[in-house]
């Protein structure tokens, strides 16, 4: 990955597209930061409480009907070479070395590997996606465009300069919208730009390094009572959208072990019945919409003899029985605790393969299985 950015940032200028932030690079890591004048950032801001981070005019950007006619138009302009109009912004696209991250790319021996602590979940996204890939036949622009494209407003798929340098984070508030002009417009709102702390010292949230670094650029960040601190050269962060771990991993090739977007299945067995899947959601919460259905074909599943006829006036919604209840909740608690303990188990073998991606990978998913645990423990607390 190119770090050399004179060529690309002059090229991006000449088409139009402003941004008052700056590109910079650390090592092999790069990102968009905060300007050295804060009045620079400030002048960009064009309604009240918002502050544009990029405007782009839509003939700047590369732009497709869906995802193959997108992975089409960059194989037949990277084959152009320095021919092509787009070539100092390819320049700076990632190899597919760059893509190791993504499990597309990973052998069938690590995967497997994976599948004995993650539920499986990775291998059957994995088996989907494969519809997907055997559509194209450049893995490497499908992997520009998966990890570097976004939604316009007419449901079309573009590839935008300058926006695609952001990194993402879930807790950034931003937003999105092309104006009359056919430019792409990238703005947040102007009270989530500032680092939290009165001394204008990082707080130290017990989040992760992004938030310690830029918490106020999160939703939530403020503090009541601290002063907003513009500190130039900072990351911004913007949300590429609510993906959990399994879609920043498979489509960007990372994971947040802090994810506040991250969701997590698991299996859940009952003798003589196919296995039911629940998902739990970033809160820990088990009993939610996803989960109506399954919860109830668990519940029907566990009926005893005695508890037949009361089927008759269930509805589907809520319990059948004290008794029928508990042991429902015994039985998810049971399997979800196993589910814990392969995910951790899991985390010490990739730590001993020195496998981070992996181990941040399980990492996630622990933490959020854990929850569910810790709710479990709270809401039935006979079954602990």
């Not at 089409?72 to 760059?98: H, M, N, R």
């Not at 052998?107 to 989907?128: H, I, N």
């Not at 911004?236 to 506040?260: I, K, P, R």
């Amino acid at each position: 990955m190119r770090t050399d950015f004179a060529p690309f940032l002059a090229w991006s200028q000449a088409k139009g597209i402003i941004t008052p932030l700056e590109l910079v690079s650390s090592g092999s890591y790069r990102k968009m930061v905060l300007p050295s004048d804060e009045s620079k950032l400030l002048s960009q801001s064009k309604s009240e409480g918002l502050v544009q981070l990029i405007q782009a005019p839509l003939d700047a950007c590369m732009v497709g009907e869906d995802f193959e006619t997108l992975v089409d138009k960059l194989i037949f302009e990277k084959k152009q070479g320095s021919d092509s109009d787009y070539a100092p912004w390819l320049d700076q696209f990632p190899t597919v070395e760059d893509f190791s991250g993504m499990p597309r790319f990973w052998t069938q021996e690590r995967r497997d590997w994976v599948k004995q602590f993650d539920g499986g979940q990775l291998e059957t996204r994995m088996d989907r996606d494969k519809l997907r890939f055997d559509k194209v036949d450049d893995q490497w622009a499908l992997a520009c465009v998966d990890s570097r494209s976004n939604f316009l407003p007419d449901n079309t798929y573009s590839m935008t300069p300058v926006l695609d340098m952001l990194n993402h984070d879930a807790r950034v508030k931003t937003s999105a919208r092309v104006d009359g002009a056919d430019r792409l417009l990238l703005e947040a709102t102007s009270d989530t730009i500032y680092l939290t702390g009165q001394d204008g010292k990082e707080e130290d949230s017990g989040n992760d390094w992004k938030s310690q670094l830029f918490g106020g650029f999160f939703a939530g960040g403020n503090n009541e009572g601290s002063t907003p601190s513009f500190r130039a050269g900072e990351e911004v962060f913007v949300s590429y959208g609510n993906f959990d771990n399994l879609e920043t991993l498979c489509n960007y090739g990372f994971v947040a072990e802090d994810n506040v977007a991250n969701i997590e299945s698991f299996r859940v067995r009952v003798m003589g019945k196919a296995p039911a899947y629940l998902v739990i959601e970033k809160d820990g919460s088990i009993d939610n919409l996803f989960n109506m259905i399954s919860l109830t074909d668990l519940r029907v599943n566990l009926l005893v003899e005695s508890e037949i006829e009361l089927l008759k006036e269930y509805n589907g919604d809520g319990i059948i029985s004290e008794r029928n209840e508990l042991e429902t909740w015994a039985v998810i608690s049971g399997e979800l605790d196993e589910a814990a303990y392969e995910a951790k188990t899991g985390i010490q073998e990739a730590e001993a393969k020195n496998d981070t991606m992996v181990a941040s990978y399980l990492r996630g998913r622990y933490n959020t299985l854990q929850k569910g645990l810790d709710k479990l423990k709270v809401d039935y607390p006979d079954l602990f």
